[in-house]
């Protein structure tokens, strides 16, 4: 069963209440989830999933060419003179310190994805773990907030059982 859409009080598709998360950019309500201008609603949102980005391509590119240069380096070595090979390896240092400084400081990206209204979009990106991870949560906890909205709606009498039950059981 999938949550249904809820009725708002103004009819505008305002979020009733309860702010998950409002950062620069991007909020999560009950309802909504809004990165920038674009918005999604949360009910309609499905196999929510985290996908790492690709690595920056330059870090890319000096880790190969510093990989080659290592092969080149070890292929050669008894044709080069001792200042050729002294050469070579600094060259294959620096190439390799590079690829390291790209890694360290461009992480890899945090991507949300999920199927919405029959397609698979990206949601958010970020570099930032922790934001990401704020994100990520927030929305998770507007899907429960939903489904427990609506699963009240579909079924009062279950809700106020259950509610009975959990008050008797503390």
Avoid: K
Avoid at 34 to 39: A, H, L
Avoid at 130 to 136: F, K, L, N
Wanted: overall charge positive.
């Amino acid at each position: 069963m999938h949550p249904t859409r809820r009725a708002t009080p103004s009819g505008h598709g305002t979020p009733l209440a309860g702010e998950h998360l409002n950062l620069p950019g991007v909020r999560v309500t009950d309802r909504w989830f809004v990165v920038g201008q674009r918005r999604f609603d949360v009910t309609e949102l499905h196999n929510l999933r985290t996908v790492r980005g690709p690595h920056h391509p330059m870090a890319l590119r000096a880790g190969a060419c510093a990989a080659g240069g290592i092969a080149l380096t070890g292929l050669f070595a008894r044709e080069l003179q001792p200042g050729g090979v002294l050469g070579a390896i600094v060259a294959v240092v620096i190439l390799a310190g590079v690829a390291v400084g790209f890694f360290l400081r461009r992480p890899r990206a945090y991507e949300l994805w999920a199927d919405y209204r029959g397609l698979t979009i990206q949601l958010y990106y970020c570099d930032d773990e922790r934001r990401y991870g704020a994100v990520s949560r927030a929305i998770i906890r507007a899907r429960e907030s939903a489904w427990r909205v609506d699963s009240d709606v579909a079924f009062p009498s279950a809700a106020s059982s259950m509610q009975a039950w959990y008050t008797q059981a503390a």
